[in-house]
């Protein structure tokens, strides 16, 4: 389905510009002694592990139903995503805010500066393109909400945490390009360390509201808002049903639950109604491939 397809394009897109980033930024930081290019470097090798562990999510939330299961497995994306949310607040912010304390209290300059600042040029260009494909994945979805809304309203957790983490990255490659001009320019380590702990309190931000986002997908939310209105209008326009009392959704993954109280036309034989209930049920996986279970009430009164 096109939900999974952009996701996953969005991870690979993630997973490949961190691989690289995170490989150039041990170096310098291996090179230059650097407590933010050490903590950039943490960061992006924890980001890898993520994706990787989005990837793990995806695949385990495509089991099919079981006896024990018999809603499938579409929330062990969300599980999967929460744990990445946690080890971006321990792995990278926590990491990186211990980092740059333990720099204040040992100030050393760092070695061969300009190298980091090469690396670190060159990581916000790749993290640039990382985030320009999570968000045209965003952008292709969101529809005429703005990204805090579409933030908000999706189900999606896998696109929420790598758009998260592209974000965090971003913003700790600038913190930490800024950091290192800082020392080179005043000669002094002091600003290499807080450079690093603002590192870990944006990654700890970051991580905190994505947590935030994951948890609730975790508990449990209805589809979102506007598949919502569509699944209700779709129902109501449909020339088997008179009314629609009440309509149900639950997300589960990249797939959906549709639970609907209705009354139908015909409901004098139940033959007849049957039949009816089974085209609509028919139509409306037809027009919503993400809804998998439907589970219909025919009703005279809500």
């Not at 062990?76 to 333990?102: K, Q």
């Not at 009440?246 to 004098?268: C, P, Y």
């Not at 085209?279 to 005279?300: C, M, Q, S, T, Y």
């Amino acid at each position: 389905m096109s939900h999974s397809n952009g996701s996953l394009k969005a991870i690979m897109y993630a997973l490949g510009a961190n691989m690289g980033i995170a490989v150039a930024k041990g170096f310098a930081a291996w090179y230059t002694r650097s407590g933010a290019m050490l903590a950039e470097t943490i960061h992006s090798f924890a980001d890898c592990a993520n994706q990787l562990l989005l990837l793990f999510g995806i695949r385990r939330s495509k089991r099919p139903a079981s006896q024990d299961h018999p809603l499938g497995y579409g929330k062990a994306l969300y599980f999967w995503s929460f744990i990445v949310a946690l080890m971006l607040f321990s792995m990278g912010g926590i990491f990186s805010i211990y980092e740059g304390v333990h720099k204040l209290m040992h100030p050393e300059m760092p070695k061969s500066p300009w190298v980091a600042v090469c690396v670190l040029a060159v990581s916000v260009l790749l993290e640039m393109v990382s985030l320009r494909g999570a968000l045209s994945e965003v952008r292709r979805i969101q529809g005429k909400r703005s990204f805090l809304k579409w933030f908000k309203q999706s189900r999606q957790s896998e696109l929420i945490v790598v758009v998260g983490e592209d974000i965090a990255a971003l913003l700790g490659l600038l913190l930490a390009l800024l950091a290192v001009l800082l020392t080179i320019f005043l000669g002094n380590p002091f600003y290499d360390a807080l450079g690093t702990i603002a590192i870990g309190m944006v990654l700890v931000l970051v991580a905190f509201i994505v947590g935030i986002e994951v948890k609730s997908l975790l508990i449990g939310e209805s589809a979102d808002p506007e598949t919502v209105s569509a699944l209700r209008d779709f129902l109501s326009g449909r020339p088997e049903v008179a009314q629609v009392y009440s309509l149900i959704t639950l997300q589960l993954g990249t797939e959906m639950m549709v639970a609907a109280k209705v009354r139908m036309k015909r409901m004098d034989e139940a033959v007849p109604m049957i039949e009816d209930i089974n085209r609509v049920e028919a139509a409306l996986k037809a027009g919503f491939p993400d809804v998998r279970w439907i589970f219909f009430e025919p009703d005279v009164r809500d």
